[in-house]
């Protein structure tokens, strides 16, 4: 069970259905993204170039009460946005959507995805006499628009000029008073894409969200794509496509939902295809199979269909954890507690083989074996639909010093001997890219290789959410 930070879900639509209610899709969407964020919410609706929001903490129903709503009221265009931050404390001014005013008229935006340039596009903006609510990237990208927009012809050309000054991997979706645009970064780290619910364009972080809202998925963001849309249709500019790509793995290893399909990749079929391979290279003599929910499920049955060996659940989570849990002391102790619990008639007297999809610290994972010992298990067998952590992301994940990553300073024997486990075994970096071949994109493994797709400087590295304002 990964302890990824900072991964969000994005979320807009241009409104061509008269009969569509907009705040209420952006909603559903909310819902659709849950999982890409928990830690607060927002929606920005546009009715005639006059800008409404409402955003809090918490889950979607918690930060999104019915009485506001109802106040934001129906409009043209709308963003929604979902923040996920377990590592560090979030003020109110870093959740999303961001509205704000300017010479030219309203700008809302939200993103998914972190400037690994931040601190220093932060300075100079700083001495053109900026004045800042919040520490996140989507302020300094809104400056960044609002800047060249005035020495521009178009919105449109704003953006361009302003993606020009930006590094790192960023999905940003904004709305104009009357454009809804979307920009994927140039290596297509974070995932963007398009699709309609009936006459009406959406753009959002995955496919899954088409489903739920009985939509049409058209097709990915090409990296470094920007999509405008407006009321003659939706308009595509690639100038800026075509160079290297560095998609992230873990969109298919932990983030995304297994319904989702991301550059032509399902994420259950990669998953499951992980699972398969685990069993090729670390095969076991055990009676069950299971999975640690929610992203070791696709990987167990996939481990099951390939070495034969019966899948049975052996552990259960509970996924009703409100904003009051969260915040509480000992947050990790107790969520670990509190979040999991085997299934003791599947496991008791049994050789356990349980996936999980990554290791980090490994307190988790050690708490996973715990727990199935104490239900009775007679081995446990860890494998791990990945490969070893040795690495910090600073494209968005903001996971946790490398001295901080149990595989960067301990061997795999170690690693099995702390958690307790009677094996261990990690998937090869050589496999990941059989998980995604249906991609023509290149992948970012640098979690596990080191081997960044772009610059990472000292700056970028430090924690831009350590000081509150």
């Known amino acids: 069970m990964a302890e990824l930070h900072d991964e969000c879900g994005v979320f807009g ?8 209610n907009i705040v209420e899709e952006t909603y559903l969407a909310l819902y659709a993204l849950q999982h890409r964020g928990e830690v607060g919410a927002g929606i920005a609706v546009n009715n005639n170039g006059k800008i409404v929001y409402h955003k809090d903490f918490g889950v979607v129903p918690e930060a999104l009460p019915e009485k506001e709503l109802a106040r934001l009221k129906n409009g043209q265009i709308a963003l929604g946005h979902v923040k996920y931050s377990s590592g560090a404390q979030v003020d109110h001014a870093n959740l999303a959507p961001l509205v704000m005013s300017y010479i030219k008229g309203q700008l809302a935006l939200c993103m998914n995805g972190a400037l690994t340039n931040y601190h220093e596009l932060r300075d100079s903006l700083n001495k053109g006499a900026a004045l800042f609510q919040s520490n996140g990237d989507t302020e300094i990208i809104a400056y960044l628009i609002a800047r060249a927009r005035i020495n521009s012809g178009t919105i449109e050309e704003a953006v361009q000029k302003a993606v020009g000054e930006m590094k790192g991997a960023y999905a940003v979706v904004l709305m104009s008073p009357s454009k809804l645009i979307g920009v994927r970064d140039p290596l297509g780290v974070r995932p963007l894409c398009i699709g309609k619910i009936g006459e009406s364009y959406v753009l959002t972080s995955e496919s899954c ?13 090409q990296p470094g794509e920007m999509v405008v849309i407006d009321s003659e249709g939706l308009h595509s500019y690639t100038e800026k496509c075509g160079g290297k790509t560095a998609c992230c793995i873990f969109e298919y290893i932990y983030f995304a939902r297994p319904d989702s399909v991301i550059d032509g990749v399902s994420i259950d079929v990669a998953r499951q295809r992980a699972g398969r391979m685990l069993a090729q290279q670390h095969p076991v003599e055990a009676d069950v199979v299971c999975g640690v929910p929610d992203c070791g499920i696709e990987g167990a049955i996939g481990y099951s269909m390939e070495s034969g060996i019966p899948y049975a659940t052996g552990l259960i989570k509970n996924k009703y954890l409100g904003r009051a849990f969260r915040n509480r002391k000992n947050h990790t102790e107790y969520l670990m507690r509190i979040k999991l619990n085997a299934l ?15 290791i980090l610290k490994g307190k988790t994972s050690k708490h996973i074996v715990d727990l199935l010992r104490q239900a009775g298990a007679r081995e446990v067998h860890m494998r791990i639909a990945s490969p070893p952590f040795m690495n910090p992301c600073y494209l968005n994940n903001d996971t946790t010093e490398k001295e901080n990553l149990m595989a960067a300073s301990m061997t795999v024997d170690e690693m099995c001997e702390y ?22 994109f290149s992948i970012c493994d640098a979690c596990f290789t080191g081997n960044y797709p772009l610059d990472v400087s000292d700056t970028s590295r430090y924690d831009k959410y350590s000081q509150k304002f």
């Open 344 to 358: 003791k008639h599947n496991v008791e007297g049994k050789r356990v083989i349980v996936i999980d999809d990554s």
């Open 13 to 20: 639509i241009f409104k061509n259905d008269d009969d569509l």
């Open 209 to 221: 969200v088409f489903d739920s809202m009985g939509g049409e998925f058209i097709r990915d963001v």
């Open 419 to 440: 958690m307790g486990a009677d094996s261990l075994g990690f998937l090869s970096v050589d496999s990941l890219k059989e998980l995604v071949k249906e991609s023509s």
